[in-house]
């Protein structure tokens, strides 16, 4: 299977950068990315496309990871590919009405899986993956045409490290193996979950600025361990780590049906500084101030 990329910026090269690490051949990934085409070439070994049109002539698996103000004029680019016209994978235009019903046979052996997927009228188009907020697949197929494969996806930061969690949704036309295909690349990349679309909003409030509430959050408790006489350096690496297993035990206890708040009892002993320090909080305003955030973000999203 041959994996394209137009744009290689911090997600883009991130999402390179795992694939590679993980079972994917370097000349299987197709990049166009303009001035960071030779970085990209000299750090993984990928292949470099001299334009748009070419990584979607020459891909299976389209990657759209440019930043938002470009995606309009990349999409008119790509929809100049010749495959657009009902070509073939060497560029030569199909007649319409043959009875031609050849496969397509991708050695997708790197993503775990062979995928057959039958010819007909535009299947050697590519799937598209999107990773632009507020860019829905109807608005990319309204330049693609109305029978583009898109998957709309929204990863949030910790991708960058193969730690993150990414939204994902699927035009009509996708069939199983299509997004078994998709789902697979993103595992690289960490957790995916499929939502509706109209429910990218929320997941940009509880997961895509999610990373931001957290920054903040080490920061205010290293602030506090500093204003106790710990060192910085220490105190940063403390919570860090702190966080990261309290994160691990949440998933671990979701999984056998145990519900966070019934880890905060077993932390808070009776009389204890825990519940000293939830009282606070919870004077504070600590978990509406939370939701409040969570709301703000997801009216803002769905602008």
């Known amino acids: 299977?041959?994996?394209?990329?137009?744009?290689?910026?911090?997600?883009?090269?991130?999402?390179?950068?795992?694939?590679?690490?993980?079972?994917?051949?370097?000349?299987e990934i197709l990049v166009f990315a303009r001035s960071k085409n030779e970085a990209l070439r000299a750090k993984f070994g990928v292949r470099i496309a001299a334009s748009e049109k070419e990584v979607a002539n020459g891909a299976d698996i389209v990657v759209i990871a440019v930043?938002?103000?470009?995606?309009?004029?990349?999409?008119?680019?790509?929809?100049?590919?010749g495959k657009f016209n009902g070509a073939d994978d060497f560029g030569v235009v199909n007649d319409k009405n043959s009875d031609d019903?050849?496969?397509?046979?991708?050695?997708?052996?790197?993503?775990?899986?062979?995928?057959?997927?039958?010819?007909?009228?535009?299947?050697?188009?590519?799937i598209f993956i999107t990773v632009a907020p507020n860019f829905s697949i109807q608005m990319v197929r309204e330049v693609l045409g109305a029978d583009a494969k898109v998957?709309?996806?929204?990863?949030?930061?910790p991708s960058l490290i193969g730690e993150?969690?990414?939204?994902?949704?699927?035009?009509?036309?996708?069939?199983?193996?299509?997004?078994?295909a998709v789902m697979k690349i993103l595992s690289y990349f960490g957790k995916s979950y499929e939502l509706a679309e109209d429910k990218f909003a929320v997941f940009t409030a509880i997961a895509g600025s999610l990373?931001?509430?957290?920054?903040?959050?080490?920061?205010?408790?290293?602030?506090?361990?500093?204003?106790?006489?710990?060192?910085?350096?220490?105190?940063?690496?403390?919570?860090?780590?702190?966080?990261?297993?309290?994160a691990k035990m949440a998933t671990a206890a979701l999984k056998e049906g145990k519900h966070p708040a019934r880890l905060k009892d077993e932390v808070c002993?009776?009389?204890?500084?825990?519940?000293?320090?939830?009282?606070v909080l919870e004077n504070a305003k600590f978990r509406a101030a939370i939701i409040e955030a969570v709301s703000a973000a997801t009216r803002k999203a769905g602008k």
Not at 67 to 80: M, N, R, T
Not at 166 to 179: H, I, L, P
């Open 164 to 180: 993150g969690v990414t939204a994902v949704n699927f035009s009509s036309n996708f069939t199983a193996d299509d997004r078994a």
């Open 1 to 27: 299977m041959k994996i394209g990329f137009i744009g290689g910026g911090n997600m883009g090269s991130a999402m390179i950068g795992a694939l590679v690490a993980g079972s994917v051949r370097p000349d």
């Open 211 to 246: 990373p931001a509430y957290i920054f903040m959050f080490i920061e205010a408790l290293a602030d506090g361990a500093v204003l106790e006489g710990l060192g910085r350096e220490k105190a940063y690496a403390i919570v860090c780590e702190a966080v990261a297993g309290s």
């Open 67 to 81: 930043k938002p103000a470009s995606y309009e004029s990349v999409l008119k680019e790509i929809s100049q590919a």
């Open 101 to 126: 019903t050849k496969t397509r046979k991708f050695d997708a052996s790197g993503l775990g899986s062979n995928l057959t997927v039958p010819r007909g009228e535009n299947a050697s188009q590519p």
């Open 151 to 157: 998957a709309r996806t929204m990863p949030n930061m």
């Open 269 to 279: 002993s009776p009389g204890g500084t825990t519940i000293e320090a939830v009282r």
